[in-house]
T-cell receptor
Framework: AQSVTQPDIHITVSEGASLELRCNYS??????LFWYVQSPGQGLQLLLK????DTLVQGIKGFEAEFKRSQSSFNLRKPSVHWSDAAEYFC????????????WGLGTSLAVNP | GAGVSQSPSNKVTEKGKDVELRCDPI?????LYWYRQSLGQGLEFLIY????????KSGLPSDRFSAERTGGSVSTLTIQRTQQEDSAVYLC???????????FGPGTRLTVL
């Protein structure tokens, strides 16, 4: 069955520190991969996505993610975290084709210490 | 332009009552998705519409759940005989044809007492 795993339920980092959020997927073929962020009281916002090509993708808010086929991973990174980055982060995957329903990881809650 | 809107934003109902949740997608978006976000279960796909048809209903948890879409636009998710385990945030998303980005609405928080 298709699945997305985010191994870390909760992460705390200090402001200015680097960040890496892990995501692993299990799919029959390489899926499309996404990272979304959900801030308290806010809707889901797309940070970045990967379909093919360059395995390092850049997103909004200074985030990037690297696709590693050999590890079935799509980890999200940011060099220097800001207090406003505190939020819930979701990794998701979909197939190609008309039906792009998203299969989601359970999310990683990020706290940022001043 | 206007994003995806959902109504109501909050709904409190008693066990056994029926509820209707509405989604207004971005104008011109042909694909529409419903998801559910609940504690312990995370985000789950419910149903996918392409135009007015629903080729994928595989995520609907029981026959108490149904959805329709009219005019290729507004969609309504109906839950009959609500149960406490139906309490969740119901999210709607839409996307343009042959594109990959889904735009999410703010969700409807459903509480079943």
């Amino acid at each position: 069955a298709q699945s997305v795993t985010q191994p870390d339920i909760h992460i705390t980092v200090s402001e200015g520190a680097s960040l890496e959020l892990r995501c692993n997927y299990s799919y029959g073929a390489t899926p499309y991969l996404f990272w979304y962020v959900q801030s308290p009281g806010q809707g889901l916002q797309l940070l970045l996505k990967y379909f093919s090509g360059d395995t390092l993708v850049q997103g909004i808010k200074g985030f990037e993610a690297e696709f590693k086929r050999s590890q079935s991973s799509f980890n999200l990174r940011k060099p220097s975290v800001h207090w406003s980055d505190a939020a819930e982060y979701f990794c998701a995957a979909s197939n190609a084709g008309n039906n792009r329903k998203l299969i989601w990881g359970l999310g990683t809650s990020l706290a940022v210490n001043p | 332009g206007a994003g995806v809107s959902q109504s109501p934003s909050n709904k409190v109902t008693e066990k056994g009552k029926d509820v209707e949740l509405r989604c207004d997608p971005i104008s011109g978006h042909t694909a529409l998705y419903w998801y559910r976000q609940s504690l312990g279960q995370g985000l789950e796909f419910l149903i996918y519409f392409q135009g007015n048809s629903a080729p994928d209903k595989s995520g609907l948890p029981s026959d108490r759940f149904s959805a329709e879409r009219t005019g290729g636009s507004v969609s309504t998710l109906t839950i009959q005989r609500t149960q406490q385990e139906d309490s969740a945030v119901y999210l709607c998303a839409s996307s343009a044809e042959n594109t990959d980005t889904q735009y999410f609405g703010p969700g409807t928080r459903l509480t079943v007492l």
